[in-house]
């Protein structure tokens, strides 16, 4: 069974704003990722948030966790062009392998 | 030079053929996956191999079969290709720790057509 659920499915952009995306899961987790995928390339790591972490920052890219609420955010401050992706969070059940949400696809337009 | 290389980056082939996919990594790490992304986007887990050692095999018809020469190799061999087999096929490797707690690296992808 699928446990990310990312919201919104899509986003649309101005550069210079900045874009949240939203992710939602069912169970108890250890970790959550977040990811980028561009066109016709492979998914890219982003940040790795452990349980007992309630929020990360890398470069441009804020990640809070709520464990509460079984939910994470991503933020990017000043959004380019280059940041058109599609963008996935990624939970561990404990013992087995990470399982990836539908994504958000961002579009930022110059 | 690239991390985690598969090869070939398109296959179109016919429906009922067996095709292969080659996935090598060059980061030392002994964790290696692969995954099957469908055109909505969704990826999938489908088996992951430790210092050779399969430690993950979802729910996947057993047509598919992996092979793991060693840490560095996983390839995927798929017998009697069907329509739904089409999608995009990715190789990642990790370092090995508890699943799901160490970032994962990703080849570019496989993409399959079945005609």
């Known amino acids: 069974s699928q446990q990310g659920e990312e919201d919104p499915q899509a986003l649309s952009i101005q550069e210079g704003e900045n874009a949240t995306m939203n992710c939602s899961y069912k169970?108890?987790?250890?970790?959550l990722q977040w990811y980028r995928q561009n066109s016709g390339r492979g998914l890219v790591h982003l940040i790795l948030i452990r349980s007992n972490e309630r929020e990360k920052h890398s470069g441009r890219l804020r990640v809070t966790l709520d464990t509460s609420k079984k939910s994470s955010s991503l933020l990017i401050t000043a959004s380019r062009a280059a940041d058109t992706a599609s963008y996935f969070c990624?939970?561990?059940?404990?013992?087995?392998?990470?399982?990836f949400g539908k994504g958000t696809t961002l579009s930022v337009s110059s | 030079d690239t991390a985690v290389s598969q090869t070939p980056k398109y296959l179109v082939t016919q429906m009922g053929n067996d095709k292969s996919i080659k996935c090598e990594q060059n980061?030392?790490?002994?964790?290696m996956y692969w995954y099957k992304q469908d055109s909505k986007k969704f990826l999938k887990i489908m088996f992951s191999y430790n210092n050779k050692e399969l430690i993950i095999n979802e729910t996947v018809p057993n047509r598919f079969s992996p092979k793991s020469p060693d840490k560095a190799h996983l390839n995927l061999h798929i017998n009697s290709l069907e329509l739904g087999d089409s999608a995009v096929y990715f190789c990642a490797s990790s370092d090995r720790g508890a699943l799901g707690n160490q970032p994962q690296h990703f080849g570019d992808g496989t993409r399959l057509s079945i005609l």
């Open positions: 169970t108890s987790i250890n970790n």
């Open positions: 980061l030392g790490h002994d964790t």
């Open positions: 990624a939970t561990d059940q404990a013992g087995t392998a990470l399982i």
